[in-house]
């Protein structure tokens, strides 16, 4: 069995041959060498790697002909009991282009069980280094912040009126994104062509584009001057804006704030409560989550 300790290592593994068995897919007896490596991880009190991960990988030696690479298999785990080479058949994933590849928390131990399968001969090098995910980083910041200021936040009118007026515009663009495709020459059949316009160009051009077509199309119905486009444009603009946010205000006032001005007591706790869910989720997404351990 070989060891990888550190948080960067190589061990160049050689499969040794245990036995013969029977394949049920081509009825003859092929020779079977398998071997383990263990990949340790560090010390909880090693702060340091709250936010990193373990990326195993493995690579066939020079001498393996590429096309013997499907009959080298591996199995990652996490549990010590599993007989050698015993993973179920599922579990065994075979390199691809010349490459496998795995990860693990730097809190955990695995093992990395190797087959050959076949008259494969030489070694394979696995490789463990310790990599930074700085996003992982930032998940944890955003989510004490949110965490430290949801009983802040949630009693704040202000959060609520600037919030409900920006999903009061967006609802209203969305409103009249598809009710506004009945006077575009090609009607809502074309709802799937800007959709895939829209993923390739991304959403602001989409929206830019699908726009100008709405107010070109106004002013065609209406028999206005294409010199009129950026007034209508900017007039249309501000429409949106205003409307959205007088939905947005009157939301706010309908079902948030309370009679003294203040944020009614059952929203507040309601958006508190679920600002720290969010922001638990998000602390939980710091630390890497290995999968499952194979069953026996």
Known sequence: MGFCTRSTAIVDVSPVSLEEYSSATRGSKDALKCERVRVSGVSRFKLGSYANV???TLAPSAD???????RIVICFHQNASLG???CQKDDWKSVQKGLWSSAMSPYRYGFVDVKFVGDVSGSVSVTVDEEAQ???FLFLALGFFLLLLAPVISSWVPFYYSSSMAVGVLLVIVILLFQGMKLLPTGRKNVFY?????SVLGAGSYLLHYFSMLVNSLLVNFGMSEDMHYPVSALLLVGIIILGGALGYW?????????DGSVDSGIAGFVKWAMRLVAVTFIFQVVYSPPPTPNI
Not at 64 to 70: F, G, M, N
Not at 194 to 198: A, F, H, M, R
Not at 251 to 259: P, Q, T, Y
């Open 64 to 70: 393996i002909s590429e096309r013997l690479h499907s």
């Open 134 to 136: 700085v996003w992982r």
């Open 251 to 259: 939301l706010v006032r309908k079902f948030v704030i309370s009679e």
């Open 194 to 198: 800007l959709t895939i316009y829209g």
């Open 84 to 86: 050698l080479c015993q």
């Open 54 to 56: 373990f990326r195993i």
